[in-house]
């Protein structure tokens, strides 16, 4: 059972807007910052947002972060076949005094 | 741009130790701090463990007891080793750079650790 909870899977169609969702407490996202990762198949998370809604060098603006009290949302708009992956979301949790992740989500581009 | 490369044994016998090494090229220690995270097969992620550039270590509370992390700074790597391994353990590991205690910005390919007799 992962400290911060994602929906399991999610869909769209090319070019639809698709939104993922990630819950958790105030010891770790009410009180922290997100980080979302996109993990393609057979190979190492890639970081997507930071601090929330930032985007590291390289990362397409298609891809979107937001925060709200404690629970957090990684939007990717247009989408494209080349998103379907697994998407983590992690925060830093003041209680365990260590980092947490969700139990990712599956995106299939239909 | 900073390159991780993770290696060590790929099969471990349980009740052993497993023992990997982080090799960080293109960058500095310094600043920075550096983790291990796990992935058990079809499974999610899992924090192990940080160690920061100037030794101070902070463990994942399920694995505390089994889990060390150590630097080498001259030789610019850092390692891990869990002891007392069981199937549990099996799992690609990785390492990562940390950006305090904001984002992993960087990642190694992860290794496959495979405990079994």
């Known amino acids: 059972q992962s400290v911060l909870t994602q929906p399991p899977s999610a869909s769209g169609t090319p070019g639809q807007r698709v939104t993922i969702s990630c819950s958790g407490s105030?010891?770790?996202?009410?009180?922290?910052?997100i980080t979302w990762y996109q993990q393609l198949p057979g190979t190492a998370p890639k970081p997507l947002i930071y601090?929330?809604?930032q985007r590291p060098s390289g990362v397409p603006d298609r891809f979107s972060g937001s925060k709200s009290g404690t629970s957090a949302s990684l939007a990717i708009s247009g989408l494209q076949s080349e998103d379907e992956a697994d998407y983590y979301c992690a925060a830093w949790d003041d209680s365990l005094n260590g980092w947490v992740f969700g139990g990712g989500t599956k995106l299939t581009v239909l | 741009q900073v390159q991780l490369q993770e290696s060590g044994p790929g099969l471990v016998k349980p009740s052993e130790t497993l023992s990997l090494t982080c090799a960080v090229s293109?960058?500095?220690?310094?600043?920075?701090?550096w983790s291990w995270i796990r992935q058990p097969p079809g499974k999610g992620v899992e924090w192990i463990g940080y160690i920061s550039n100037i030794g101070r270590t902070n463990y994942n509370p399920s694995l505390r007891g089994r889990v060390t992390i150590s630097l080498d700074t001259s030789r610019n790597h850092f390692s891990l080793t869990v002891s007392s391994v069981t199937a549990a353990d099996t799992a690609v590991y990785y390492c990562?750079?940390?950006?305090?205690?904001?984002?992993?910005?960087?990642w190694g390919q992860g290794t496959l650790v495979t405990v079994s007799s």
């Open positions: 293109g960058g500095s220690i310094s600043p920075y701090y």
């Open positions: 105030s010891s770790n996202i009410g009180s922290n910052a």
């Open positions: 601090s929330n809604n």
């Open positions: 990562a750079r940390q950006q305090d205690l904001v984002w992993f910005d960087s």
